[in-house]
C-alpha cells in the first residue's frame, strides 16, 4: 500500500504540467472539450453548500 501511495503522490505532483508525459490537465481539458454530454465543473473553493446547490441546480 505505501507503495501505491507514493507513485499516486508522484503522479499527482506532475498532474498540472502539460509536458507530463502521462494523464495529465492539459490531456483532460482538451478531452473534455470534445464530450457532448453536458459538463459540470465543481470548484471546490466554494462551500460545500454552494456546491451541492450547483449540483443539484444542474440535475
Known sequence: MHGIHLA????ASQ???PSFSV???AWHEAWL????????RID???SPEKMA????RHA
Not at 8 to 11: H, I, K, P
Not at 53 to 56: R, S
Open 23 to 25: 494523464r495529465n490537465r
Open 15 to 17: 498532474y498540472d504540467d
Open 53 to 56: 446547490a450547483d449540483v443539484i
Open 33 to 40: 472539450l470534445e464530450q457532448t454530454a453536458p459538463v459540470l
Open 8 to 11: 499516486f503522490r508522484e503522479w
Open 44 to 46: 471546490g473553493t466554494k
